[in-house]
C-alpha cells in the first residue's frame, strides 16, 4: 500500500525546481485533503541539505553558487536511499528527488510515532480535537529522540529531513514536528503560533489553548507541556503580547518555505535553493497565503531585493506590505517589518527614511517590557544605535552639504523616536539595557547636530494621566507617517495594551494638548508648574526658540517679550541664534487672535499676532514658514533629557548620566525608576542650563558649538 495519491506519485522524480512548484502547487489546491506537511518538509529539506550541507562536506569552496559534484541526497548517516543529480540533464546541480526516497523517509517519521497511534487505539476517548496530553507525547517522543547538544542559530536543522536523517532540530523544527506528528495522527485542530523569535502550539476546539513544545535558549526544558498563559513572559517581545501569527495548514506551508535557509557560509548562499525558495514563496504570495504573515513578506522581499523578479512587486513594495500587515493583523506588535524596511533603506543609502523606518521599530518595542530571553532583538537594536546609526553620521558629516540629513529636523526627532522607545522598552524590566555603551554613540551623534536644526524640533512629554487620554486615529504624515509636522500633543499608549495602531505608536492625540511645562519652554531654572494655557500664549512660547527674548520682559516684566534685533546682530548679553530671523510681536489685539484649530503663529503686516486666513495670492509668509516637526516622549528618561537636547551647548555628560541612570544611578539601594527618574533628570537640566547661563559671556548667540570629532 503507498503512501501517497496516485496525484502525487506521479509528479516525481523531481528533476528542477518547475516539478517542486508542481508539487506544492498540488498540495495546496487539493480540495479533500490538506496539505500535507511531512511529505512537504521532507522534500525541501532534502533539497535544501543537498545543496548546501553537502557542499560544506565534501569541502568544495563556498561561492554564491552551489557547483560541488556528487549531490547524492538522503546520504546523511547512510540512512536512506541514494540519489542522483540533474547536472548531466539540465547543466545545473539540483538533486533527482525519486519517490522511493521520499516514501522511505515518510515511513520512517510515521513509526516514530506508532507508539502514540497503540495507545489512541486503546484510548476509550474518540476525540478529533487533541488535547494536552496527547501533544506532550508526541513532543516527548521527537524531544527524546533528538541528540543531546544544542543547536541554537544552526542552519539546516528545521525540516523533518534533518530530524529523519539526523536527529536534529533547532527551535523551529522541533514545533513543527510536533505539528506535523499530530496532523499524521489526525488532528486538524493542532497548529503553530509563531513570535519573532519563538514558536509554541495552539489547539482545541477554539484553538485558544495553547501548550509549550520547543526550548527558548538554554535551560527551559521544563516549559514544555505548559501554557502559554498571560504574565509577565506574555508581556515581552519573545510572546509579542499575545500577537503570535497563529497558522493555518497553508501557512504552515508558508513556515516551511520561510524556514528555508540557502546559506553556505555567512557570506555565501546557494542560488538554486534561493531561487526555489522565491518562486515557492510567490506562489504563496499569488494564493494568498502569506497576507498574515508579516515575516514570509519579510523574507520574500530580501530574496526580491537580491535577484529582482521580472513583472512581479519589487522589494519595497513587500517590505511595504509587511508592515501593513502587522499594523492590520497584529496591532502593529512586530518589530521586523521596520527593521526590514529601515535595512533596506540603509543599503540604498535613503538615510531619511531609514531614520523613520527605525523610530518605528522603536515604537513598537516600547510596548514590551525587556527580558533576558530577547537577547536577539536587544542585538538587532544595539546594532542599529552602535552601527549603523554612526556610520551613518560618518558619511553625512563628510562634505556636509545643505541636503545632509544633519540638516533635517526630522531626522534628529526620529533619532531622538528611536532612542526614547528602547528607554520605554527598559521601564518595567527585570534587567536594564542602556550602559554607557549604549550613551557614547548617542550623545556623539546628538553632537552632530547643531543647535539650530535641534532648536527647530517641537519636544513635546506624553501625559501618563489616564483621565487625560482620548485615544483617536492619527493622521498620516509623510512616507510614514512618523513625526507629526503640526502642533498637537499625543498620549502614550500603554503597554500591552488592546488599542489598534496606525501607521507609528505616536500617530495618538490627546484631549488636553494644551498642557504645558511653562518654566521649562520659558527655559527657566526653578520649578515649573503644569497649567493649561490659551492657544495664543502656548503659540506664543512656542516661538522662543526662534526670536530674541527682551531682557527687561525677562528681568522685569516689562516691554514686549521679544526684541526688534535681528538674530544676525545680538544684542549684549542676549543668547541669539545666528541661523533664524528674528520679527518683533506685539500684544494681539482683540480682532486679531490666533485660532483655536491652529497653534501656529503667523506674523503680519503690523508685527501683530494675526489669526490663519486663507489667502489665494500665491507667495504668502505662510508657505514661507517651514513646519517644524513634533516628537512626543514616553520614556521618564527622555522627558528628562528635553531640555538638555535642546540646549545651545551640549552636556553630554549630563546626556550620559541620564541615559544610564537606571542602570547605575542608585537610592538606598532601589533603582529609579518612573516619577524618580523623571525629577532627577529634571534637576540634571536645571542644572545644566544654570551653568550655561552663569558661564555665558554674552556672545554665545554667535558661537555654534565645535562639531564633534569624527571617530
Same mark, same amino acid.
Given at each position: ?28 489546491n ?6 500535507d ?76 510515532l506508532?507508539p ?10 474518540d ?5 494536552r496530553?496527547?501533544?506532550k ?17 544552526r542552519?539546516?536543522?528545521?525540516s ?6 539526523g536527529?536534529?532540530l ?5 514545533a ?17 503560533a509563531i513570535?519573532?523569535?519563538h514558536?509554541?502550539v495552539?489547539?482545541g ?7 509549550e ?48 535557509n ?23 504570495y ?5 497576507t498574515?504573515y ?7 522581499g ?5 535577484e ?9 513594495q513587500?517590505?511595504n ?5 502587522s ?5 502593529n ?14 543599503r540604498?543609502?535613503?538615510?531619511r ?6 523610530a ?15 537577547e ?5 537594536f ?11 553620521m ?24 528611536f532612542?526614547?522607545g ?26 552632530k ?7 527647530q524640533?517641537i519636544i ?14 492619527? =493622521?498620516?504624515?509623510?512616507? &510614514?507617517?512618523? $513625526?507629526a509636522?503640526k502642533? +498637537? #500633543?499625543? !498620549?502614550?499608549p500603554? /503597554? ?5 495602531q ?21 527655559g ?41 534685533e ?25 480682532? =486679531?487672535?490666533?485660532?483655536? &484649530?491652529?497653534? $501656529?503663529?503667523?506674523?503680519? +503686516? #503690523?508685527s !501683530?499676532v494675526?489669526? /490663519? ?19 512626543v ?9 528635553k ?8 552636556n ?18 532601589k533603582k ?21 547661563h552663569?558661564?555665558g559671556?554674552g ?13
Open positions: 500500500m503507498t503512501e501517497f495519491c496516485d496525484d502525487v506519485i506521479k509528479l516525481f522524480p523531481l528533476r528542477a525546481i518547475p516539478d517542486v512548484i508542481k508539487l506544492f502547487r498540488q498540495q495546496l487539493n480540495r479533500e485533503e490538506e496539505p506537511l511531512t511529505l512537504l518538509s521532507i522534500v525541501t529539506g532534502l533539497i535544501e541539505h543537498s545543496l548546501t550541507t553537502k557542499v560544506l562536506e565534501s569541502g568544495a569552496p563556498a561561492s554564491g553558487s552551489s557547483s560541488a559534484n556528487n549531490n547524492n541526497n538522503g546520504e546523511t548517516g547512510g540512512k536512506s536511499g541514494q540519489a542522483g543529480t540533474a547536472s548531466d540533464s539540465t547543466g545545473g546541480n539540483f538533486p533527482i528527488i525519486r519517490y522511493d526516497t521520499i516514501e522511505g523517509l515518510y515511513k520512517r517519521f510515521k513509526s516514530v506508532a502514540i497511534e497503540k495507545l489512541l487505539v486503546k484510548s476509550t476517548t476525540s478529533k480535537f487533541a488535547n496530553e496527547i501533544i507525547k508526541v513532543s516527548d517522543i521527537i524531544w527524546n529522540s533528538l541528540l543531546r547538544s544544542s543547536y541554537k542559530d542552519a539546516h536543522l528545521q523533518l529531513y534533518s530530524y529523519l536523517c536527529n536534529k533547532d527551535c523551529f523544527g522541533v513543527f514536528a510536533v505539528v506535523a506528528g499530530c496532523q499524521m495522527l489526525g488532528y486538524r485542530d493542532v497548529h503553530l513570535s519573532e523569535d514558536v509554541w495552539v489547539f476546539k477554539t484553538g485558544d489553548e495553547t501548550i513544545v520547543t526550548w527558548h535558549g538554554k535551560g527551559a526544558e521544563d516549559k514544555r507541556g505548559q501554557s502559554v498563559a498571560p504574565g509577565v513572559e506574555s508581556q515581552t517581545w519573545l510572546y509579542v503580547a499575545g500577537n503570535p501569527v497563529v497558522c493555518n495548514r497553508y501557512m504552515e506551508v508558508a513556515a516551511i518555505v520561510s524556514a528555508i540557502p546559506s553556505l557560509t555567512a557570506t555565501s548562499a546557494c542560488l538554486e535553493v534561493a531561487d526555489m525558495q522565491q518562486q515557492l514563496l510567490w506562489l504563496l499569488d494564493m494568498g497565503h502569506l498574515r508579516p515575516m514570509a513578506l519579510g523574507c520574500l530580501e530574496l526580491e531585493e537580491v529582482p523578479t521580472v513583472g512581479r512587486k519589487n522589494c519595497e513587500l517590505y506590505e509587511s508592515v501593513r500587515s499594523q492590520t493583523y497584529y496591532r506588535h512586530h518589530v521586523y517589518p521596520y527593521t526590514y524596511q529601515g535595512g533596506y533603506y540603509y540604498k543609502n535613503m538615510y527614511e531609514a531614520f523613520a523606518s527605525w518605528d521599530s522603536s515604537d513598537v518595542i516600547r510596548l514590551y517590557n525587556y527580558s533576558r530571553d530577547d536577539e532583538i536587544y542585538k538587532e544595539l546594532d542599529i544605535a552602535n552601527e549603523l546609526i554612526p556610520q551613518v560618518k558619511l553625512e558629516s563628510s562634505g556636509h552639504s545643505a541636503r545632509s540629513i544633519l540638516r533635517d529636523a526630522s531626522c534628529f526627532a526620529n533619532l531622538l523616536r532612542y526614547d528602547i528607554c520605554k522598552w527598559e521601564e518595567g524590566s527585570q534587567t536594564p539595557i542602556l550602559h554607557i555603551g549604549w550613551a557614547k554613540p548617542l550623545v556623539a551623534t546628538i553632537a547636530f547643531d543647535h539650530d536644526i535641534r532648536s524640533v513635546k512629554c506624553a501625559d501618563q494621566e489616564p483621565q487625560a487620554q482620548h485615544h483617536v486615529f492619527g =493622521h498620516e504624515n509623510g512616507k &510614514n507617517g512618523t $513625526v509636522l502642533d +498637537e #500633543a499625543l !498620549a502614550p500603554e /503597554k500591552g495594551s488592546h488599542q489598534q496606525h501607521h507609528n505608536n505616536n500617530n495618538i492625540t490627546k484631549v488636553d494638548a494644551n498642557i504645558t511645562n511653562v518654566g521649562r519652554l520659558l527657566g531654572k526653578g520649578a515649573a508648574v503644569a497649567t493649561a494655557l490659551p492657544k495664543s500664549l502656548e503659540a506664543l512660547v512656542g516661538k522662543c526658540g526662534e526670536k530674541l527674548l527682551n531682557p527687561e520682559f525677562l528681568l522685569q516684566g516689562g516691554g514686549q517679550p521679544f526684541t526688534t535681528e538674530i544676525g546682530t545680538p544684542v549684549a548679553g542676549d543668547d541669539g541664534d545666528s541661523g533664524l530671523l528674528s520679527l518683533s510681536l506685539t500684544q494681539p489685539s482683540a480682532e =486679531h487672535t490666533v485660532p483655536s &484649530n491652529n497653534g $501656529v503663529l503667523k506674523v503680519g +503686516e #503690523a !501683530a494675526a489669526p /490663519k486666513e486663507e489667502d489665494t495670492t500665491k507667495g504668502t509668509k505662510d508657505e514661507l514658514e517651514p513646519k517644524r516637526p513634533v516628537i516622549l514616553y520614556s521618564q528618561k527622555m522627558k528628562g533629557l531640555d538638555l537636547l535642546l540646549a545651545e551647548k551640549l553630554t555628560n549630563a546626556i550620559s548620566l541620564q541615559i544610564t541612570a537606571q542602570s547605575q544611578v542608585q537610592v538606598g539601594g529609579l525608576r518612573g516619577a524618580q527618574l523623571l525629577a532627577l533628570g529634571s534637576s540634571l537640566a536645571a542644572s545644566a542650563l544654570a551653568h550655561h552663569v558661564t559671556d556672545n554665545e548667540g554667535n558661537t555654534r558649538p565645535k562639531r564633534a570629532r569624527r571617530e
